[in-house]
Structure formats: structure tokens, C-alpha cells
């Protein structure tokens, strides 16, 4: 069992390097979440997360980037 890193996630998407730029996205509903956790997943960048809404329950199943429950 091995433990997931910025830099092994980068390396297996066939990048030579995790990217350190810092990136911002503005909104994190059905399609930014999306965007935002495909981006993470491939190791790419450094994030600032813009979202000023307020999560709806009825929001929930559509939602990548959801709070804690």
C-alpha cells in the first residue's frame, strides 16, 4: 500500500514534474469541482479555491467538491 503524492500523481500522468505555479478558480459547482479535482488528480499546480456560495443540500449527488457531512 503506498500513499498518493503531488509528485507520483504528476509522474504517472506522464508529467516530469509536479507544477508549483499557484492558479485560482472561481466557482466550485458541478462543472468547476470537476475541473478543480481533475487538476488535482494530476498533480498540476498550486490552488486558490473562489467560491462565495452557499452549498444547498439539494446540490449534493451533482457535486464534486462537497463539505464534510
Known amino acids: 500500500v503506498f500513499r498518493p503524492t503531488k509528485t507520483l500523481a504528476a509522474k504517472t500522468n506522464g508529467y516530469e514534474d509536479s507544477d508549483n505555479n499557484l492558479y485560482s478558480i472561481v466557482g ?19 490552488w486558490m479555491l473562489i467560491d462565495s456560495d452557499v452549498f444547498m443540500p439539494h446540490n449534493f449527488l451533482r457535486h464534486i467538491a462537497t463539505p464534510s457531512l
Open 28 to 46: 466550485l459547482g458541478t462543472l468547476g469541482g470537476s475541473v478543480f479535482m481533475n487538476f488535482v488528480k494530476t498533480g498540476f499546480g498550486k
